[in-house]
């Protein structure tokens, strides 16, 4: 009979196959709710123009047409056809601000008359302040 030490030496363990579980579940929700936004990494090719010196301040709003003709709204897709739509989103993220400036990057395969059409829903909201984007060309051997 052993006196004094009757205490019997457990192993503690730790559960951890629920914390995985809900690790796994936690990282799924994560996983299938994030958007994935594709269209900030869309290439859009500028036309060419002159580097000469401008005033670079970043624009407080853009407009980008891609080369099939879509229209983007700082970072949203204008969903649907026509200038109303684009009219619609232009609004919505401009808000009542019509002295912003208004930058319109447009692809250099785009349609002429894509960029035509957004400059006519800038015109009738109002926006009076606005450039095209482009890229300087190289200079030449007599520059």
């Not at 205490?7 to 690790?23: A, G, K, T, Y």
């Amino acid at each position: 009979m052993r006196i004094g030490n009757d205490r019997r030496q457990d192993d503690f363990e730790i559960n951890v196959i629920s914390l995985i579980d809900v690790l796994l579940t936690l990282l799924m929700f994560f996983v299938l709710t994030t958007t994935f936004v594709q269209h900030t990494r869309m290439q859009v090719t500028l036309p060419k123009a002159s580097a000469d010196e401008r005033d670079m301040q970043a624009p407080a709003l853009t407009i980008v047409v891609d080369s099939e003709g879509h229209y983007y709204v700082g970072t949203d897709e204008v969903l649907g056809q026509g200038i109303e739509p684009l009219k619609q989103a232009i609004a919505n993220i401009a808000g009542d601000d019509r002295e912003r400036q208004v930058t319109i990057r447009a692809d250099a395969m785009t349609p002429h008359q894509n960029v035509v059409t957004a400059m006519d829903a800038l015109g009738q909201l109002g926006f009076t302040k606005l450039s095209i984007a482009t890229t300087p060309t190289q200079a030449g051997p007599g520059k």
